[in-house]
């Protein structure tokens, strides 16, 4: 079965950066697009960005462009997405969604807390 | 950039009809795609494309658009379908980008 499981919760200073991985297993890790979308506390959903596992290739929200940076390692099935600079309103729920025209599997989500 | 605009909340009797609608210039162009989210869990997909309903979804949730509106219908609310819904659809500035709508807090009252 498909499953998108995702790195712990973390707790970050403002200025700082954090890595959330998102492993992937049950499927063809190369044969869709991952994206990542973040909830802020009580908020909505906001998409981030995408990345291509098969060339790497990425594109993000205009909002997060030169503070994100979304990476993969075929050998084990993960994709990453580093934020940098981070302030308190970064803190959120960050998702990883399997593209298949529609976003079809999540991952559980990571807690990302930015506090001083 | 695009934008997605639902309304923030709804109510709806047990076992009634409520529509939540998706307003948004790209939606002439692409289709919505919803989401169910309860507390404390990941979104869930319950409509894409056209009308489709990934497995285990009820066929109570059906999706239908016209213009720049998309439309998520439930059919005989249930009390687990208590959650927020949010429509997803690619932004008008290419299909390279994306966009959620505003989310919309459904009552089974």
């Known amino acids: 079965q498909v499953q998108l499981v995702q790195s712990g919760a973390e707790v970050k200073k403002p200025g700082a950066s954090v890595k959330v991985s998102c492993k992937a297993s049950g499927y063809t890790f190369t044969g869709y697009y991952l994206h990542w979308v973040r909830q802020a506390p009580g908020q909505g959903l906001e998409w981030m960005g995408w990345i291509n596992p098969t060339s790497g290739g990425t594109r993000y929200a205009q909002k997060f462009q030169g503070r994100v940076t979304m990476t993969r390692d075929t050998s084990i099935s993960t994709a990453y997405m580093e934020l940098s600079r981070l302030k308190s309103d970064d803190t959120a729920v960050y998702y990883c969604?399997?593209?298949?025209?529609?976003?079809?599997?999540w991952g559980q989500g990571t807690l990302v807390t930015v506090s001083s | 950039s695009s934008e997605l605009t639902q309304d923030p909340a709804v109510s709806v009797a047990l076992g009634q009809t409520v529509r939540i609608t998706c307003q948004g210039d790209?939606?002439?162009?692409?289709?919505a795609s919803w989401y169910q989210q309860k507390p404390g869990q990941a979104p869930v997909l319950v409509i894409y494309g056209e009308n489709n309903r990934p497995s285990g979804i009820p066929d109570r949730f059906s999706g239908s658009s016209s213009g720049n509106t998309a439309s998520l219908t439930i059919t005989g609310a249930q009390a687990e379908d208590e959650a927020d819904y949010y429509c997803d659809s690619r932004d008008s500035s290419g299909n390279l980008l994306r966009v959620f709508g505003t989310g919309t807090k459904v009552t089974v009252l």
């Open positions: 969604a399997r593209d298949y025209q529609e976003f079809d599997y």
């Open positions: 790209n939606l002439r162009s692409y289709y």
